[in-house]
């Protein structure tokens, strides 16, 4: 998720994610995403070519709480890219406020069914030159 924001420049922070729930409490790790000013649509990743339903380009960075429901999921058998090796699962998840979130999840495939409860972590980064960190999801705790 982290290389679409950087390839993305969008003005509203480079980051897609914090370490802490939105509210600062022990809640999983919140994203960030954008809102539109003009008519309240959010979504993710932030970008700030314009909002995808009215085309306005007043939007702000939001956060989205790292707690949602899985849409579908998929496992990955082969890669282009050799830091990502396969077999890994990627799923489809719809966080607060219709935002869906597509991501990498760290569970056994036999734990993931649509509908299933989903929360982020922060795991280590292995790929040089991303930071420190990368996030993930998991069937919720
Ligand atoms: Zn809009």
Redesign the pocket.
Known sequence: MRDTAKMMQTGLGDELFQPTGASGDSAPPALYGGR?N????VFFPPQSYG??????TKIDRTELDGRGTLIASAVVHRHLDPARPAPFIVGSMELERRVVVRGLIEAGQDALAPGCPMETMIVAETRPDRGSTDIRFRPAV
């Open positions: 539109c003009s008519c309240g649509y909002c995808e339903r009215c085309g306005s």
